[in-house]
């Protein structure tokens, strides 16, 4: 099983008065957001299941995903625990995950997504994830429900002048 954690893209700062969770994307977020996921699309297994936080930027981030790899609105799903979520959460969300997704994607916002990388993938020590960053963590196992610490398979950003950081095992 790979999880991706995703940061939500570049969010707009410009609107004076609009609430945290309305932000919008700014031009960078909306000019990154597809670049990320074409990557990721191109180098490693596409998420069978994107779940979002509620917040504008975090939805609009998903919403690109979802378009870049040309998926339905079914496989998008919302989930207002995921705005401002700790690591517990996070990582409580993805042990709800189906199944059937062997390949899943949350969306949502820091501290907590750094703090979700370095706890379920045990051999990262990460400080930030910069915005519409992307950890993927490869479990073992056949269930998320059983989900504990993987391993880091997949690392990218924006500003990642390698491209991206690929060890995603021959069977997800």
């Known amino acids: 099983m790979i999880l991706y954690l995703v940061r ?8 004076r008065g609009i609430s945290d969770h309305a932000r919008p994307l700014n031009s960078r977020g909306l000019r990154d957001a597809p670049r990320m996921f074409e990557r990721l699309y191109a180098h490693a297994p596409a998420p069978q299941l994107i779940v979002t936080s509620d917040a504008a930027r975090a939805k609009a981030t998903a919403s690109v995903l979802a378009t870049t790899l040309g998926y339905s609105a079914e496989q998008l799903q919302l989930d207002k625990g995921l705005y401002h979520a700790d690591p517990e959460r996070i990582a409580s969300r993805a042990r709800a995950l189906p199944d059937s997704a062997a390949v899943a994607a ?3 916002h820091n501290p907590g997504m750094t703090y979700a990388a370095n706890k379920l993938a045990g051999n990262l020590e990460l400080d930030n994830l910069p915005t519409c960053g992307i950890v993927g963590i490869h479990f073992d196992g056949a269930s998320w429900s059983e989900l ?25």
């Open 8 to 15: 939500h893209a570049k969010s707009s700062w410009a609107e």
């Open 148 to 172: 504990t610490t993987g391993v880091l398979c997949y690392f990218d950003y924006p500003k990642y002048s390698d491209g991206p950081l690929v060890r995603i095992p021959d069977s997800p």
């Open 106 to 108: 949350l969306v949502g």
